[in-house]
Nanobody
Framework: QVQLVESGGGLVQAGGSLRLSCAAS????????MGWYRQAPGKQRELVARITSGTGTSYADSVKGRFAIARGNAKNTVDLQMNSLKPEDTAVYYC????????WGKGTLVTVSS
């Protein structure tokens, strides 16, 4: 089993920055696919960014050039650097990992005020 814990959400003004972090724990060796999804009120959960070992990174069009996903310094961690934040980025952000199945964190709220 894999447990994912997110941190780093909060309130920020438009144009500001936030950094989200996610740490995986459990009986795991190395997780090849980790990413971030978000869900805004009344909307479906959507992929924000994903990092895959050996393949690289992918981003939603809406965040390209503003967000950057990277592996953290510790094993099985992933960070999401969010710059130039917009009010439409307001959502609950979920860490995701694929390790023989889908695993999700509980989510962290990001609120961007105009």
């Amino acid at each position: 089993q894999v447990q994912l814990v997110e941190s780093g959400g909060g309130l920020v003004q438009a144009g500001g920055s936030l950094r989200l972090s996610c740490a995986a724990s459990g009986s795991i060796f190395s997780i090849n696919v980790m990413g971030w999804y978000r869900q805004a009120p009344g909307k479906q959960r959507e992929l924000v960014a994903r990092i895959t070992s050996g393949t690289g990174t992918s981003y939603a069009d809406s965040v390209k050039g503003r967000f950057a996903i990277a592996r953290g310094n510790a094993k099985n961690t992933v960070d999401l650097q969010m710059n130039s934040l917009k009010p439409e980025d307001t959502a609950v952000y979920y860490c995701h990992a694929w390790y023989g199945g889908d695993y999700w964190g509980k989510g962290t709220l990001v609120t961007v005020s105009s």
